[in-house]
């Protein structure tokens, strides 16, 4: 009943805020704060109830396959994305529900920093590894992809920082811990991780919206329209 309660709340939030701007904003405009705002109820969702914590890797990864068919028709942008996504569903299909279930709780953060590095490496590095395999990409940084690294990097020291922790207290240094609450990292690492995962899905809806808006304007132009 309680996630419920906060799916409609949120729902409601989500429906009033939108039929308010309904008068001055564009569709464009509206459909991606509604798509937006829902991706985050889920996160939001997957934070206070841990039953669901599968929602915010499944929002985002959801929120990249969209970002990536939505700039197809931007070979810079689509590229961009499809590095995340293609490990995200790795993570969803098989990394996740492992790391959860088979391995010390440390080797969870320790093995997402290499994840999220690597994340950054072939972003950083995306333009060399386009000219490797030949890719009709005509290869450009733009502001968003320095975003994602930024987010990534937070990602990689909120992990590093909990990890460490972790490691000291159950393993490394257990004996000195016994009974000894809180356990700082730990136990706030969730809500670390909102608002990070929170930015990272603005920046994909973003882009979303960068690029149809512009494939927009680009049929527009191919018919004659002055814009």
């Not at 020291?157 to 811990?177: A, I, P």
Request: net charge positive; proline share 3%; with cysteine.
């Amino acid at each position: 009943m309680d996630v419920w309660l906060v799916a409609l709340l949120g729902l409601g939030c989500i429906g009033s805020s939108a039929i308010y701007f309904a008068k001055h904003k564009s569709l464009l405009w509206l459909g991606a704060f509604v798509v937006g705002g829902v991706l985050a109820l889920t996160i939001l969702i997957s934070v206070l109830f841990r039953e669901l914590y599968w929602l915010e890797s499944t929002s985002l990864g959801l929120a990249l396959v969209v970002s990536v068919v939505m700039c197809r028709r931007f070979p810079n942008w689509a590229y961009l994305l499809a590095i995340p996504a293609s490990i995200k569903l790795i993570d969803l299909l098989w990394l996740n529900t492992y790391l959860l279930t088979q391995v010390p709780s440390w080797v969870f953060y320790f093995t997402y920093i290499g994840y999220d590095v690597l994340v950054m490496a072939l972003i950083w590095y995306r333009g060399p590894i386009a000219n490797a395999l030949k890719l009709n990409v005509h290869y450009k940084r733009f502001a968003q992809e320095y975003l994602l690294l930024i987010v990534s990097s937070l990602f990689v020291l909120t992990n590093l920082l909990t990890g460490t922790e972790d490691l000291l207290r159950n393993d490394v240094l257990g004996h000195y811990f016994i009974g000894f609450e809180p356990r700082f990292f730990y136990d706030i690492y969730r809500y670390v991780r909102f608002p990070l995962s929170i930015a990272e899905m603005s920046i994909l809806v973003m882009i979303s919206y960068f690029a149809v808006k512009a494939g927009i304007n680009q049929k527009q132009r191919m018919k004659g329209v002055r814009l």
